[in-house]
Every structure is written in structure tokens, then in C-alpha cells.
């Protein structure tokens, strides 16, 4: 050391390079060469990246401070910084005396000639202290006081510290390392409490400083990690990790031979360009994603058959999932929640979410489907086929093209179903050695039964059936090994807890357990039913042309023939398999199951709160797709393992078994049936896939009726489609329709509004109305009705009844505009009524307020600060009245927030998270020093 301080330039102090303790036939590796620190306080190493070999390679170089493990340091030096400051009297404090030598303009540099093999035994727990019994505890609390003492306002930055502990806990804690957790908490809470002493330690910098060449201190901020260098080394850190998935092959032999090797100038090297079929499936299925969602583009709401108008910003997608619906008891259906908080992802616009849905959901069903394929049957193309094929299903049958959002969300999960059932019943699928790269599980029941809990929640609050089908295929899991029947009772008990605020209102209307997301907008659409849900055949809007879905699907009918056929003839397979013909049979009866439900589906109706609808389809017919699927995965990992594991035919000499041909068969013929169905399917997305009845629509209302539906009168609009063979009618309003609008009762969840509103559409279409066709419309609030396809007859007709300003809205449309300015909210005083708008004028006597709105105990009604009490329901017997007397002010009238419901579902999927989610990284050891214990 006393050499390398003497050379140029000459140090004051000097930092060696420390290695790991030697151990026999392994090189030496660099644990650090000085050190450096973040804004957050944790450590950095400038010089080195982690597992660096010493090889000498390294130069002296200037650097902030270091570790105080065989530190050279002049005697001026210790004199002119004062020593070890006492607020850091273990971790840090060579990075606080070096940080201080280096503004006092003095040399702090490394020493690479220099190495010593530095023990750690504190940062290894190996020496037993009383002083510092949690070392990284006092590691995070020295780095945390030393960031806290030179900043700006310490007080601020400490507070700061202690938030993002709190964040750091919760992460660590979904971790499962509680232990680190509650270190972050300690820390946090040990520097806030600790404030005067990091106060004293800013204090004393600061006097240090004024001795100090203002250039001096200035030129120490550059050995200081900017947030530029610490991001480029985290999105270096994280591209190297996609480089190792998303190029398994980069270290695969290119045709490297022994004459190259020896340099023989007569061979010519072979060069190999390695294409990932994973990579190239996210780039296509991107690309073809923006293909063909170029109707998406523009101005409006998209909308379909299935798909109402998104909510109105953050405000709307919340309120759809916490506020109570007047009428209706319990919370709103789940799924809901999925779109707020998907809404925050996607910068706080619901509509930006349903379009990015839309465009980017088969590149997410994809990724989820490779999830399981690349389990199975290995990295290659066998995989990515496979898992574009099922991505590409709800294409074909139309799910995209209606806006279902069932259809959507179940091409995202029920992989994830799928992985996680399997990683419960199979946990190492096959050999690594046999097939690299399928991925084996390290054994953790609870992980995989906390994450299939998880997603069986999540697919719950779509469909309710769907947990029924997991609790089937878990206790048939159960029959198979009765140790997991722990495991089962999770995920049989987490989604009823998480979805208890929803089972209230499912117990009204048990019919809503058989049907997917927003039920009444799917309706009674033709379709075709009996064998043709076999090939995807389900409903006519949106799906492909039969041809077509010929096409598509019966490549994979033939290739799941083959998979069970091969599968009952070599009994002896190994891999996923494993020679058990039970596996094989329950897929297969499964499949035939799903298709089944999905027939006798078609040709059923269900009366759920008074409208015909058919049960759920789209998703029986993918869990059949899927059944084949799996068949084919299975049969196809056992192709590859036999043929491994023998000698190919030619070598045997033998004519080929029939196991053999259809072995040969799947690796030819296979892929490229599979192909032409891709390509089918690839085709009809690009051509028509997110195409009619899916588009793009502006509000079909002129200006001034959504501005006053927006207006505090908050006024409805009757809106009438009449067609040449039935007439259809809604009664909508600025939140109506939306998200969840098919979660509940058609025009009104009060019976006497609907029924009055329906009365009204049918007469108003007809044309016989009568002179106080007016007056009846005020009293349901509705302030505007819209026609669309009367003949002029009718229109003339009930343009001639009194208190109706009629105006043309297009060639085909007809607006009126119910006079007396109507409103939501009525002051009734004795016989006189007068229409509210948005405030309550003065007065007195015995004044009563009316909301025309469904009958509801749970409505907040407010004059200005004051809380109404109800009365009753109002003489019109519409709406709820409320006890106004002399109040005076604004009026305002609100469901309440279900707080309640998202802490329940919330609260549980946090709970899941933890049990799902993957342990934290091991421990980081601090280093050697000690710290006084609080």
C-alpha cells in the first residue's frame, strides 16, 4: 500500500480492492474498488459491475469514499477532516470521511495493485454483536442520515425517507420477506425520530464547508451517481435479463468446427442468424394489432353490440365500480374494479383502455398462452404456434368485433387458469436435460395455489360459472393426490370472500351466474347453435364466415384427433404425461363438456330482471379450444422426448411402428396444419377482425340535450328506435349507458319508472299520445325524446301534442323538447311543483323535495349543509320525497361510496398477491463495522 500511495498521483487516501474470501479452484472475484451513494442512500459501486473476476484489469481512479477494510490515510488528512463523524460511527462512515477529504480538495483514489480478502463476517452474520444485531438495518439507517444530512432541508428529507420505507415494506411484504420489511420500517421510523442528531451531523458539514473552495465541493458532485447513470444501469440490468429469454439461443453451437478452431484457411465458417419465434410473435401480433384496429383511430367512443360508451374520465370508471346502484342491494359486479384500475394504467381515460383492449388483446392472450405452451413443449416454434393459435380464437368467433368483454378477458386468463392448475398437479414437468427450456416449477404448492386463486377471483368477477369449473378440476386434482386438498380449500374460499359484496345481488338474480359481463347488452342475437359451436360458430355479429372458421379450426380438430390417439398408444411417454390415461380422458371429456354447454347455450334463454337473454357462450367454446390444445401440448411433448431419447428410423433399419409415422407426422405435418389455420385467422383479423359492429360513434344526441343532461337538472332523453319488425327503447341520461349499464335492470331498477318509460316509448312509437303526454314525461324527469325511423305520420302526430318543441336532428331522427324546463329534482309546496336546477330558493311552510329516482333508503339528499330526512314516496308515485321546510341553497342528491366493497376485494387480492407473489432476493449483507443498538 505504502508503494501505491507514493506513486502519482500521490493519495491521501487510498482504497484497496477487497475480494470475496478465497476458495480453492475459483478465481478471485472483486466485491468492491470504492463506493459511491445514491439519492435514496443505498450503495453503489462505480468501478465494478457484480461477479467482476480480478484479473488487475482496473487503473487508480478517483472515487467518493469506500469501505474502511484496509483504508490507507495520511495523518493530514485525518486532521484536516476530523476524523470519523459520531452520527455514523459504523456502515458509511468511509464514504463520509472520503466524501469530506474530497471537498477539503484532498486525493481520494483506488489502490487496484492493492487486494486483500476481506471476510464480512458482520455482513454474513458470522460475528455475533450485540451493537448491531440487524446489520441491514444499520446499513439502510447510516445511508439514509448520510443523504438526509447534506440535503437542503433535512426535516423534508427525512419525512421523505420515511414514505419511501413504507413503499419499500409493502413491496417486501408481497415479497414474503417480512423480516427485511420490518427493517425498512425501523429504519424509517429510527431516522425520523432521530432528527436532531442527523440536524447536529448537517450542522457540523456545513461548518466543515466554510472552510472549503467552493469548486472543491462542487467537483465532488460529479463522483455522485446522477439519475441518468442509475437508470441506464437498471435498464442495462433489465435488457440483459430479456436477453436471456428472449435469446435462448445466442449461445447455441453456430457451426463453430474443428478447423476453425485450429485455423485451417480452407474452411469456410457457416454464420447462423438466430430468429426467436417469441420475439417475432410479439412483433406480429403488434403489428397486426394496429392493422386492424385502424378503425379505432379518432374522435368518439367505441362502441359495439356488446360494448357500451366508456365512463367520462377517471371520476366515471370509479364511480361505476364504488357507487351503490339506487334499487339494488350489495356492490356492483367486480369486473368493474378491473376497469378502474385500469384506468389509472392507461393515464386516467377509460376509453383509452377499451381501445389499447381491443388492439393489443390478442398480443396479451399470446403471452399468456406461451406461458403454458413453453411449459410443455419447450422455446421454439411449437409454442409460439400454439399460442398464437388460441390467441387468435376469440378473432374467429367474433369477441373483438362485439366489444365482449367476457370474450376479451377470458383469452387473457384462462391460461393462467391452465399454468397454474398444472404447476399445482405437476410442478416439474419434464427433464431439463431432455427438453431445455420448458421451464420446471421449483415445488411451491402454496405460490401456485395462492396465484390460481388469484386469477380464478379475477375470471369469477366475469363469470361466475368459471369458479365452479376450477373447483371441478380441482378436485379431480385432489382424487390424484389427496396432500393438495389444503390448497383446494384456498382457492375454493378466496374468491367467495373477495366477491361476498357482489353475492348479495347475485342471490336477486341467480340467472347472472350463467352469463358474462354486462349480460343484458348481448341480448337474444341470432345465432346458429348445434354442431357449428364445434368449429366457432356461436353468434352471427362479428364472427368469421363459416368457411372460414372451417378453415381455422379444423386444422386444430385433426390435430387434437392425432394428440389423442398418439397419447392412448404410448403409454409408456414420459414428460407431462407420464403414461396416465386418466390425464388424457378427463381432458378430453372436459372438452366435450364445454362444447355441450356451449350448444344447449345457444338454444336457451334465460329471464334475467325481465329481459330474454342467452347464457354465457364465448367462453364455453374457448375452454373447449383450450381442451384441444392441451391434448396437443401433451402429445406433442411427448413426441419430443421419445425422439431424443431413440434412435431415429433410418438408423434402425426397421420399418416404422405406426407410433412412429405419427411421431414423424407431427413434426411435419402438424406445424404446418397448424400454420395454414394461423394464417387463416391472421387473414380474417387484418381483413375484418376488429371491424363491424365494432366502430366509433359520437353521441347520437345534438348539442343542447347532452348539455342539459349534464346541467344540475340532470335531466333524461327517452330515445325510441323503431324498426320494421320491433321497436327498441332506452332511457338514458349523462352516466347512462356505460360500464356495468347491463349489470342491472333495463331502462330503470324502479318498477314504476320502468314500466311508466316503457308505456310512453310504445305509445310515442305508435303515435297515439295524448295532450298531457308533456306533463308525463316531466314527472319521470325526462327532458328530451329521440326517434329514430318513424314514418311522418307518426312523427306529425306527436309533434302536435301540447308542450313538445320538435326539431330534425338528421334525415332519419327527430328531437323533442319537453317545455317547462323538467328536471331530476322537484320543490313541491302543497299542489304547486316547481323544477329544480341545482339549488333551492327560500321559503318556508311545509316544503318537500322529489327526486325522480329509483326508491332507495341509502340516497343522501342535501340543502346546502343540511341532511334531508324522507318522507315517503311523492303523490305522482315516482321517486322519493324528501322533508325541505325553510332550507335554502344548493341541492345535491348521491348514491353513497361502497368503500366497503373494495376493501373487502381489494383487501383479499392483496392477500393473494402475498401468497402469490415470488420470494425477495436473499438478504443483502452489510459490511463489517457496528452501530450502537437504539
Known sequence: MLVEVSGPPLADVCLPTLLRPARRNYPDLIVEEGQTISSTGARVLPLIDKGDIDQHQSEPAPVLGGSTAGMFLSLEAWRRVGGFDPAIPLFRDGVDLGWRANEAGLVVRTAPSCALHHRQAGRGLERDSALARRPDLTDLLAGMRLVTARSGHPGRTAAWFLLRCLGASLLLLLGKAPGRALDEL?????????????????????????????????????????????????????AGDMSDRLHPDRDADLGTSLDELTGDDFEAREHHTVINPYSAMLVVMIVFGLIAGRGLYGAGNVVSSWLAPAPDGLHGAWSAWLGATAGEPGGNAPWLGVGALGSVIAFGQPEILVRAGLILGPLLSAMSAHRVTRRVVGLGLPAVLLASTWALLPVLIGSYARGSVTGVAMGIMVPQLTLHIWRLLSPSTIDLDELWGAGGHPRDPWRSAGALALWTTL????????????????????????????????????????????????????????????????????????????VGGSFSEGAAPLWLLLIATLPLWFAALWAFTWLFRNRTASGVYRGGRGLVAGVAALCLLCFLAAGVSSRRLLSLWGSQIH???????????????????????GVLLKNQAEESIEDLGESPSLG??????????????????????????LADGAGQPLHRVSSKLPAYVTAVEDSPRRTRTLMILVQKTHTSWNLVDSRNPGWGSGERPAISTDP?????????????????????????????????????????????????????????????????????????????????????????PAGGGSRSIVIVEPRDPRWQVRVGETLLSQQGRPATGYGQSYRAGSDAGRLEWRMPTQGWAAGIELGTILVLLVIAGPNASPRVQAPRRRLEVD
Open 615 to 637: 347464457p354465457e357462450i364465448e367462453t364455453w367454446q374457448l375452454l373447449g379450444f383450450g381442451c384441444l390444445l392441451i391434448l396437443v401440448n401433451m402429445a406433442w411433448q
Open 186 to 238: 425501523r429504519a424509517g421510523f429510527r431516522l425520523w425520530r432521530s432528527r436532531a442528531a442527523t440536524a447536529e451531523m448537517a450542522e457540523r458539514i456545513r461548518t466543515f464547508r466554510e472552510d472549503c473552495d467552493p469548486d472543491q465541493i462542487s467537483d465532488t458532485t460529479r463522483l455522485l451517481p446522477t439519475r441518468r447513470r442509475v437508470w441506464a444501469r437498471i435498464a442495462d440490468q433489465f
Open 660 to 685: 412412429q409415422l405419427m411421431g414423424s407426422w407431427s413434426r411435419k405435418v402438424l406445424p404446418l396444419a397448424l400454420i395454414v389455420g394461423l394464417v387463416g385467422s391472421a387473414l380474417w383479423w
Open 459 to 534: 375470471a369469477s368477477s366475469f363469470l361466475p360459472l368459471s369458479w365452479l369449473v376450477v373447483l371441478i378440476c380441482l378436485i379431480g386434482a385432489c382424487a390424484r393426490d389427496r396432500s393438495l386438498w389444503r390448497q383446494t380449500l384456498l382457492v375454493a374460499i378466496a374468491p367467495l370472500v373477495a366477491l361476498s359484496p357482489w353475492w348479495l345481488r347475485l342471490t336477486e338474480a341467480p340467472a347472472r351466474l350463467l352469463t358474462g359481463a354486462d349480460p343484458l347488452l348481448t341480448g337474444v342475437s341470432g345465432s346458429p347453435g348445434g354442431l357449428l359451436v364445434l
Open 752 to 840: 314504476a319508472i320502468r314500466k311508466a318509460a316503457s308505456e310512453l316509448a310504445l305509445a310515442i312509437s305508435s303515435g297515439d299520445v295524448g295532450e298531457d303526454l308533456s306533463s308525463q314525461l316531466a314527472a319521470l324527469g325526462i327532458g328530451h325524446v329521440w326517434m329514430n325511423g318513424a314514418g311522418d305520420d307518426v312523427v306529425s302526430q306527436v309533434s302536435n301534442a301540447s308542450g313538445l318543441t320538435s326539431a330534425t336532428a338528421d334525415s332519419s331522427s327527430t328531437v323533442w323538447t319537453v317545455d317547462g324546463n323538467p328536471s331530476r329534482a322537484w320543490l313541491v309546496a302543497g299542489r304547486s311543483s316547481l323544477p329544480l336546477n341545482g339549488a333551492v
